[in-house]
């Protein structure tokens, strides 16, 4: 059998930093756990538009397609501010996941226990969290159309269109089903099936797919009450499943129960291949950090926290992902802080590549 296969896109600012450090962990898995990648790497965002004109090439799209995994560091940077939308870096992200059809966004608020007092930060942390959230990315009032600014009388007015189809939802329920069947087996979707007639679809389909999943307990929660909910008590969930709009905001504000951009990583699943596995593209939430981007200052660990989450889910290798996560933990737990992770802290912060080795090390 051959290797599993990663594309990696390092793209602008600190993703080519953050992504030499996977590079460290993904050699370290093929020299000491024999677990070997065919790793191919190619440019995406502006450093494509540098060479090719393009935000990402029909030749990186059609490797994309053909892999097991793409692992993508960050795009954009002001030095392409100017281009025209058409060739903006950030397309080159939209291409990968249109025409990949990566429907499902996982966004993981999991915190650290070293991690706990983030107070030097001036943010409050909930410590033990660790849930996931799931936003549908490829429909949606972002999407839906009629939209667009109209003339309607003497003034104009702006129109977006929330708009679901059944096996939309059909598809995103189900990846959010399975996932609830690997982790505690508690999902809750979010909607607003009081005031919105795509909330009553969602909701009917989100059902009727359970219905195959009988041991997940299901349950539906209207999305601002979700958004009170994820506040007041985050621990109360595991998985949640909801729309794109929803999902944009909600994973936003669990993502900073746990503290730093620097620490979140991302998935974005599509259908499955023949391997049965799905289409797949990782991630770290943060962007560019072009204030930060050639120092060595950036964390590698959200990046580095993406390739566990492809170990976990294009690779079949949970148990080798739970041991990159304990080896992340225990660097953390040994005081190795990034400087976004000191705040006010007197402390001096480890560099990008002292965090890589300690992380290599701690494995
Ligand atoms: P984008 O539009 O690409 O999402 P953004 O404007 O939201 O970008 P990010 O690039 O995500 O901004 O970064 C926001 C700030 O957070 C940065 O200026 C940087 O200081 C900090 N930051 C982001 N990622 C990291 C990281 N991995 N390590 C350290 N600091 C980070
Ligand atoms: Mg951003």
Redesign the pocket.
Known sequence: MSNPSLLILPGD??GPE?MAEVRKIIDWFGAKRDLVFDVSEDLVGGAAYDAHGTPLHDDTMAKAQEVDAVLLG?V?GPKYDVLDFSVKPERGLLRLRKEMDLFANLRPAQCFDALADFSSLKTEVVSGLDIMIVRELTSGVYFGEPRGIFEEGNERVGINTQRYTESEIERVARASFELAMKRDKKLCSMEKANVMESGILWREVVTRVGADYPEVELSHMYADAGAMQLTRWPKQFDVIVTDNLFGDLLSDLAAMLTGS??MLPSASLGAPMANGRPKAMYE?V????P??AGQG???PI?CILSFAMALRYSFDQGDEATRLEKAIEAVLADGYR???LLGEEGRDPVSTSAMGDAIVAAL
């Open positions: 600012g600190i953050v960050a954009g951009l620097g770290p943060h962007g560019s950090a204030d930060i200052k950036a964390n959200a990034t400087a976004d």
